[in-house]
């Protein structure tokens, strides 16, 4: 895993590109900087995915609530377009980012007064996470650290 740093001209244009909702880059993730980062031993567990939000009733329809329900998974970033307009009825979509190395929710129990339901939630294109090094892009079957640490128990 590498990185990247990028200098803007001005305080501007950082702003406007923190404030795009989402940057479809696949694995590459953007962030301030932050003092006295060290790559060596910095360990990114954290993904932007769009969330599904499935089984939803049209009464809970409304930007506020879903994003409620979003947050119970991770912390939305934006409501997709065709959701705000209702073109899907059969599922609401968000862009969450998501903590990958906390156990993911497949399923929600949504209560108010004196009545509770159930949605369900998939994810499109969830990226591989390996829980043994906490890295994205890989998982702990092709995990190097794993198998080095193997190797170093082993006598000649």
């Known amino acids: 895993m590498g990185y990247f740093e990028i200098e803007f001209q001005n305080c501007n244009d950082l702003g406007m590109v923190l404030a795009a909702s989402s940057w479809n880059l696949g ?11 060290n790559p060596k031993s910095h ?3 954290f993904a932007q995915v769009w969330l599904r939000i499935l089984e939803l009733p049209q009464e809970y329809w ?5 994003l409620a329900i ?3 998974v991770g912390t939305p970033i934006s409501l997709e377009k065709a959701t705000l307009q209702w073109t899907y009825r059969h599922f609401a979509r968000v862009l969450i980012e998501v903590d990958l190395a906390n156990k993911i929710l ?11 339901f159930f949605v369900s939630f998939e994810f499109d294109r969830l990226p591989m996470f390996c829980s043994n090094c906490h890295c994205i892009g ?3 079957s092709a995990c190097n650290v ?9 006598k000649p």
């Open 27 to 37: 694995l590459l993730r953007l962030s301030l900087w932050k003092p006295d980062f």
């Open 43 to 45: 360990r990114n567990s």
């Open 62 to 66: 409304s930007s506020r609530i879903i």
């Open 70 to 72: 979003a947050s119970a």
């Open 106 to 116: 497949t399923q929600l129990l949504v209560e108010r007064e004196g009545y509770a």
């Open 138 to 140: 890989h998982i702990n």
């Open 146 to 154: 794993e198998n080095h640490a193997g190797e170093a128990g082993e």
